[in-house]
């Protein structure tokens, strides 16, 4: 049975028991700040099991994409090492939310893994929370499990939760038994030490509290059911393997890793595990940067970047030195193809962003290798014989070196790392994360309005321009509820229903007025405060407003014009881009206001001249061509079916609405729009700019925007006529003119500069006489003010060959700010090193430096510290000379 085999009985199953069989969500969560990544099936759920979002099934069954690779679900430690657990992997599902319970979760398993999938009873366990009599009595009287194999664990290991925060509850787990071949024991101890003997394969989790930030656990609403199956576990087990890794999910993946590396597998060696990471992130690597993350210095691009950097490091132990992960996307993508055919498109894109990070690496790795080795010297010259923590931190933090790499690298010098140091380096860092993540406030923030769970405000935003006669369901000021508003105060404002459009999809929320009998309010944003509940936040301008008093809703609605032209844009600029740069593009994020559009997207390079012209062209041949445009609601299925483009970056529900442009383009949109393309005007693009690596994003301006945007270059064009006395026409020629002749005059300005420094230099030497002579080392210090620090370096070369061999080291100061350079000639830099000097002079003048042996530079604002600074070179010579 292969693993997609298992994906489909596992669906068609629950799908035969009336479960709604639903998409996988993507990797990255959409509105959930509390967790980095989607790390369990349920993520998706998590508002419906906390009463904040209804949907039209009380059961459903995913495949879920999950990584874990951070907080406290993070396995990544332990890729490759052991059989079972991975960074990407897919989570089986099935979910009750307040239908069905313990007695039908536990049923619905047992059947499908003894029936359905044939494994043998005899060697499955099951496992319950310490207290929960009832699972262990469905267990042994209504499925009939041996009381002998049915074992109690506490919360550890039988009570599970999402996060610090969030829905939980107790849980009951089916265990395979491998064989006694793998480990000999009493089975409830292996299990619960996590014996490679056992592999839990299903966990039911049996959901009835939200765990507050207090620690405090509420029951949820209704009791429901949340249980996870890994795949790659499951498809071991029916394909009769000891291991993931073995599996058809796998091994393609490891013998491509092995035919690089020239290597068999399994070799029995530290390789292996070596091979197993690779196919592990490089699994990770692909669903990543298909669902929209690129490597970066913070946050899930850092993620990104240590998995890929990583596997190269792990490629280069086994003997490829060379980039290689970007050629196995393609089979990544192969490989998953049936359940996720989006990912062969994307190969091509997806490749080159990990090539390019493979690359950047691959030179990062150097300059990494060569701070090793500066730590390492200056680890020995104090006697030591352990690397300190925070230099190793460093070569993780800033050279993205593994832990294991700089141990691996201190033990061939026959050194130590300073494990705890390192250690507390890194919690440091993850706690000004903590502290820089809004998650834990934007949770307290949405608890505010827990108070209106229940209370779903209809949107009619798409049917109506103003609405009146509104009931005011209820108010808030300075996040608590309250009866009243009056005038001079802010505050929120809710409403039964509303024609006011909520900011959501990267469009910016509706403004206009809230008026009553007694009162009126500029309404100053909307938005989702929960999925259901839709909030206006408001200013009262005159009287006072009370819960249960109608009032006319009424949204500025030329403003609205303009956030619609800007909207339609988007989509077709969206359009345009995939035509004109290949079908790799994906849509990252948006941001769609009344003055402007922005629009990120997957590319690998920035746009040229040409194509961003060719994007305008059709564009805006489609706004001149007046297309209508055509809205319906289906479902996301039906949606998706009929070709329209989904946005990874959102969450949608049941029903869905679809906008289509004639046959150009078609997407699952929510937001506002224009009746015809041709109410738009103009398209034009304002920037194109790189915003991480493999995204790009574009700027533009619609409507009157662009013909103001126009007429301002029009102004620019007309003033540089004027300045230049030359016709537009022939403004390039002029100015690349002009520019010709700055450039002769600043090389004459340069040539004049180098000359009378040469003069300077030879009439201050011979007054101030020859090198003086340190231990045997002829030492020539001078200080020429004036001097910027590129004519700095080249007189010390000079003078540095002029002498032959010696140490040069010269000072300036110039606009306000202090600079020193040593050179040293390659006879000497075994004794003294540039970079040695540099070290202690710098911090005289408050700055920083370094360099090569042969020659180093500084930069302070210590001006008057200069002369002290030069002063104390040859004591420094002097003693380094020794």
Not at 611 to 622: F, H, K, L
Not at 639 to 644: S, T
Request: contains cysteine.
């Amino acid at each position: 049975m292969t693993a997609q085999r298992v994906r489909e009985t596992f669906l068609q199953y629950f799908a035969d028991r009336g479960h709604r069989i639903v998409r996988s969500s993507p990797l990255l969560p959409k509105d959930d700040p509390t967790i980095l990544f989607t790390n369990a099936g349920m993520n998706q759920f998590k508002n419906v099991f906390l009463g904040l979002e209804k949907r039209g099934y009380a059961r459903a069954a995913t495949v879920q994409k999950c990584m874990r690779v951070s907080g406290k679900h993070n396995d990544l430690e332990t890729v490759g090492r052991t059989a079972k657990h991975h960074t990407f992997f897919e989570m089986l599902g099935n979910f009750s939310f307040g239908d069905y319970f313990k007695r039908e979760a536990v049923a619905f398993a047992w059947e499908l893994v003894t029936r359905v999938f044939g494994l043998p009873p005899d060697r499955l366990y099951a496992t319950v929370y310490l207290d929960d009599d009832e699972a262990f009595r469905i267990w042994a009287e209504e499925v009939g499990v041996p009381r002998s194999r049915i074992f109690r664990y506490g919360k550890k290991d039988n009570f599970w939760a999402m996060g610090d925060t969030g829905p939980c509850g107790p849980c009951s787990e089916i265990h395979y038994d491998l064989g006694e071949a793998i480990e000999a024991g009493e089975p409830s101890a292996l299990i619960e030490k996590g014996s490679d003997r056992f592999v839990e394969l299903w966990n039911l989790v049996f959901m009835e509290f939200d765990q507050g930030a207090d620690g405090v656990l509420r029951p949820l609403p209704s009791p429901s059911i949340d249980t996870g199956m890994g795949l790659e576990r499951m498809t071991a087990v029916v394909q009769g393997k000891t291991s993931n890794y073995d599996t058809d999910l796998f091994m393609p993946l490891i013998e491509s890793a092995c035919e690089l590396g020239r290597r068999e597998y399994p070799a029995g060696d530290e390789g292996d595990v070596s091979v197993r990471i690779i196919a592990d992130h490089v699994r990770a690597a692909t669903f990543l940067i298909g669902d929209g993350v690129s490597p970066a210095n913070d946050g899930r691009g850092y993620v990104l970047r240590r998995l890929i950097r990583r596997a190269f490091r792990q490629g280069n132990l086994i003997g490829i030195d060379r980039p290689f992960l970007f050629g196995l996307v393609g089979l990544v993508a192969d490989i998953m193809k049936d359940a996720y055919p989006e990912l062969l498109s994307s190969a091509g894109y997806i490749a080159r962003v990990c090539q390019a990070e493979e690359e950047r690496f691959a030179f990062t790795l150097g300059s990494g290798l060569r701070y090793f080795d500066q730590v390492v010297r200056e680890t020995r010259e104090r006697g030591g014989t352990v690397l300190p923590g925070d230099k190793v931190f460093k070569l993780y933090d800033t050279f993205g070196f593994p832990l294991d790499l700089s141990q691996e690298l201190a033990r061939e010098k026959a050194l130590a790392v300073d494990e705890p140091g390192f250690a507390k380096e890194l919690e440091d860092q993850k706690q000004r994360a903590r502290q820089s993540w809004k998650g834990e406030a934007k949770r307290k923030e949405k608890q505010i309005y827990e108070e209106f769970r229940g209370l779903q405000v209809r949107s009619r935003v798409h049917e109506a321009c103003e609405l009146a006669e509104l009931r005011v369901a209820g108010l808030l000021k300075d996040g608590r509820r309250t009866e009243v508003l009056a005038g001079g105060e802010s505050g929120e404002v809710i409403l039964e229903e509303t024609p006011f459009y909520a900011e959501a999809g990267g469009q910016v929320g509706d403004t206009g007025t809230l008026k009553g009998p007694r009162f009126s309010a500029l309404v100053e944003n909307v938005f989702f405060a929960t999925p259901e509940l839709i909030v206006h936040a408001v200013k009262v301008l005159s009287g006072e407003v009370r819960v249960g008093d109608r009032v006319d809703a009424v949204p500025d609605l030329a403003r609205r014009q303009a956030i619609s032209n800007n909207h339609t844009a988007t989509h077709l600029l969206h359009a345009a881009l995939r035509h004109v740069l290949g079908d790799h593009v994906k849509q990252a994020g948006s941001l769609v206001s009344p003055s402007r559009l922005r629009f990120d997207f997957t590319h690998y390079a920035a746009l040229t001249p040409e194509e961003i012209r060719r994007v305008e062209e059709i564009v805006n041949g489609r706004i001149r061509a007046d297309v209508p445009l055509v809205t319906r609601v289906t479902s996301l299925d039906e949606g998706l079916r009929e070709g329209a483009t989904a946005i990874f970056e959102e969450k949608y529900g049941e029903s869905v609405r679809v906008v289509g442009i004639g046959d150009f383009s078609k997407e699952l949109c929510g937001g506002v729009h224009v009746q015809a393309t041709g109410e738009i005007g103009m398209f034009k693009i304002v920037s194109e700019m790189s915003v991480a690596a493999g995204m790009r994003r574009v700027e533009a301006v619609t409507g009157d925007g662009a013909v103001r945007y126009v007429g301002e270059l029009e102004d620019l064009i007309a003033g540089l006529e004027k300045s230049l006395a030359v016709s537009r026409r022939d403004l390039p020629a002029r100015v690349e003119k002009l520019q010709a002749r700055v450039d002769e005059l600043e090389r004459d300005l340069k040539d004049l500069r180098k000359k009378l420094l040469a003069g300077s230099i030879e009439a201050k030497t011979s007054v101030e006489g020859r090198p003086t002579l340190i231990k045997g080392v002829p030492v020539l210090v001078q200080r020429l003010d004036g001097l910027t620090i590129a004519e700095l370096r080249d007189t010390a070369d000079a003078l540095k060959q002029k002498l032959g061999s010696g140490v040069v080291v010269l000072g300036s100061v110039l606009a306000d700010k202090a600079f020193i350079v040593a050179s040293v000639t390659k006879d000497l830099t075994g004794r003294i090193q540039a970079g040695a000097l540099i070290k202690e002079l710098a911090p005289v003048i408050g700055g920083g430096g370094g360099g090569r042996p042969d020659f180093a530079q500084s930069g302070g604002p210590g001006v008057g510290q200069l002369g002290p600074a030069l002063d104390q070179v040859p004591v420094i010579v002097e003693r380094l000379a020794a």
